[in-house]
């Protein structure tokens, strides 16, 4: 089963069972995943900016640590939903 890169309304995980990876869905969340994985590097960059700053203020610091908080909850699920489809033999 595939972990997908979204959550229940009420937060819990979603999963995808299918043979193929070239279902609809399967191609969605693989599109959906290099989406967050793009916005991760994007955040990355602003937050190496924030800390160069010495004059940033706390609102500042806290919207960019809540958005590396959010970026790294969704890079740490694609890691696992990649991990889980490494065949086992590898």
Request: some cysteine; overall charge negative.
């Amino acid at each position: 089963m595939r972990l997908l890169p979204w959550t229940t309304p009420e937060g819990k995980p979603c999963y995808l069972s299918t043979d193929s990876g070239l279902s609809r869905l399967s191609l969605l969340a693989d599109d959906i995943e290099a989406a967050q994985l793009d916005s991760g590097e994007q955040v990355l960059m602003g937050a190496r900016a924030l800390l160069d700053d010495p004059k940033a203020g706390e609102r500042a610091v806290r919207f960019g640590l809540t958005r590396a908080a959010e970026s790294l909850a969704d890079v740490l699920r694609i890691a696992v939903s990649r991990g889980g489809r490494i065949p086992a033999e590898w």
